[in-house]
């Protein structure tokens, strides 16, 4: 039996009038797991994600309150079926990234990381090893992006991950 996880990041609620997408929302409560990967700003906006149901996951990102940061820790690991995914918000800059991620995470023996902060998707993977990196973008910040996107990832019962970037218009 596989596993969906529904991969969110930089939701930066509440602001405004601004709210998911319905199409995220339907994703998210369809999943078996939800991973937030910080900057939900509020610990209602967690409260909110909890009450869709499937148990959620998430790091604080620079813009949460003090709340958000007593309640999440800045990175995890999380146990995703037979699946090792590691978290955090800044994943530092670009160059090198995919390698830094890899030796930080390497000690947990996680085979992906998933981080957010950028609001620019992206999925990178290392030929030699598998392991894998991935940013679901933002479903409601797109800022220099031409579309809102999420992520999803189905984890297989070998525990390997595929991750897939969702756009939300």
Do not use: K, W
């Amino acid at each position: 039996m596989s596993l969906l996880l529904a991969i969110i990041s930089d939701t930066h609620l509440p602001r405004g009038s601004r709210t998911l997408p319905v199409a995220c929302v339907e994703r998210l409560r369809a999943a078996d797991l939800i991973l937030h990967a910080g900057d939900l700003a509020t610990a209602g906006v967690l409260a909110d994600l909890r009450a869709l149901g499937p148990p959620v996951e998430a790091v604080y990102g620079n813009v949460d309150d003090h709340e958000v940061r007593a309640l999440l820790p800045s990175a995890r690991l999380v146990q995703a079926g037979p699946a090792r995914i590691a978290m955090i918000h800044d994943a530092g800059p670009a160059g090198g990234r995919l390698a830094r991620l890899r030796e930080r995470f390497a000690g947990a023996g996680a085979g992906a990381v998933v981080f957010g902060h950028s609001h620019i998707p992206l999925h990178e993977r290392d030929p030699a090893t598998g392991f894998q990196i991935f940013n679901p973008g933002s479903p409601t910040d797109r800022r220099r992006q031409p579309t809102h996107t999420m992520g999803q990832a189905r984890i297989g019962e070998d525990g390997a991950v595929s991750f897939e970037l969702i756009d939300l218009g």
